[in-house]
């Protein structure tokens, strides 16, 4: 239970201020007599119990400074949530049946150019339009993206593999007919470790 | 929709600057809060009391926030952690709370990368101890230690408010 990180407190009466805030964590339960009953312990608590107080409303003062900025900023927000969601359009897919209509929506084949992308290991999707008829079978629709590389990764040969993988995902999914894949690497974020590999 | 652009305007501040303490970085909070809500926008229906509608934004920030530390994960580089940005003053900041929230807000930002992800998981994101573990890819004893010095310094810094 004592973690390793600090010795007791004597102020404590032996219990750790980690300890203390587990407890604090926990709802106070089990009630544990040696906390409750020392005045040490007491004024810890006291005192952790207002740290806490303070912290939801310490980050709501934060944001409530830019009234202006951030209503501008969920307006462009919400905008873009609309594109993401409002637009999407059918695009269809073929049945055997002639009397079934099948359809994904746009917002879906969107999504899996991002989880092409984001899963390749060091490109962060961000922008993903489809341009062209996509309610019309056979209709060559261009894809227009944009990602953010890691640090150190040659762009180049970056980008291809990131084309290559989105046109085999929505080969197997859709029977969209992709022409032309623009890539514009807007961004570079350092690299890690964990997630690159 | 219109409920929607409600919620955004009611916590997407909130959200912003959450996301931008754990990833250190304004532009990347921003992407962030966006992903969020569009997930959120798509999971609207999980939601079963509205009145959690907070805490269940901030968890889903939480773990946006979390994917992106992955993302670039390494360590704590001086590089990838922006200073903290100036406190901007206002004029009127003479009232005692809010000082205290001014100095408390300086010395969150005085932490260790690694303690305010911990502290702001665990306060802010409503998070579990074994959960903020799993998500920094840290020991739970880790995370216990990082937290009780959060806990520590922040009470240390306080405590001319007291």
Same mark, same amino acid.
């Given at each position: 239970m004592n973690p390793d990180h600090s010795a007791p407190d004597p102020e404590l009466d032996g219990h750790t201020l980690a300890e203390l805030g587990e407890y604090l964590d926990r709802g106070r339960t089990p009630y544990d007599p040696s906390i409750e009953n020392s005045p040490g312990c007491r004024l810890a608590l006291a005192n952790l119990t207002r740290l806490a107080g303070l912290s939801g409303g310490l980050l709501t003062r934060q944001a409530e400074r830019e009234p202006d900025r951030d209503a501008l900023w969920i307006a462009g927000l919400l905008e873009i949530i609309r594109a993401e969601i409002a637009s999407g359009r059918d695009v269809p897919v073929a049945h055997p049946d002639p009397a079934l209509r099948l359809t994904l929506t746009e917002a879906a084949v969107r999504g899996l150019v991002r989880q092409a992308g984001d899963t390749l290991g060091g490109v962060v999707m961000g922008r993903c339009v489809l341009d062209g008829d996509v309610g019309e079978p056979g209709a060559v629709i261009r894809l227009d993206l944009s990602c953010a590389v890691a640090y150190g990764l040659p762009i180049a040969p970056t980008v291809d593999w990131l084309r290559e993988r989105v046109r085999a995902e929505l080969a197997r999914h859709t029977e969209l007919v992709i022409g032309a894949i623009d890539v514009a690497v807007d961004d570079v974020y350092p690299r890690g470790g964990a997630a690159d590999v | 929709m219109q409920a929607f652009a409600l919620i955004a305007r009611r916590h997407g501040p909130l959200m912003r600057v959450y996301a931008s303490r754990l990833l250190g970085s304004d532009g990347e909070a921003d992407d962030v809060v966006q992903e969020s809500f569009l997930v959120g926008w798509r999971r609207l229906g999980d939601l079963d009391r509205p009145e959690h509608v907070r805490a269940w934004l901030m968890r889903i920030v939480s773990s946006k926030a979390i994917d992106r530390m992955r993302l670039h994960?390494?360590? =704590?580089d001086i590089d990838d952690w922006d200073p903290p940005a100036p406190d901007a003053s206002?004029? =009127?900041?003479?009232v005692e709370a809010r000082l205290q929230f001014d100095a408390m807000w300086l010395a969150l930002n005085r932490l260790p990368a690694e303690q305010q992800r911990c502290w702001l998981l665990r306060?802010?994101?409503?998070?579990?101890y074994q959960e903020i573990a799993e998500g920094l890819g840290l020991p739970v004893s880790t995370v216990r230690g990082l937290l009780a010095r959060a806990r520590q310094s922040l009470l240390r810094e306080m405590e001319a408010w007291r």
């Open positions: - | 994960r390494s360590h =704590d206002s004029p =009127d900041r003479i306060e802010i994101g409503g998070y579990r």
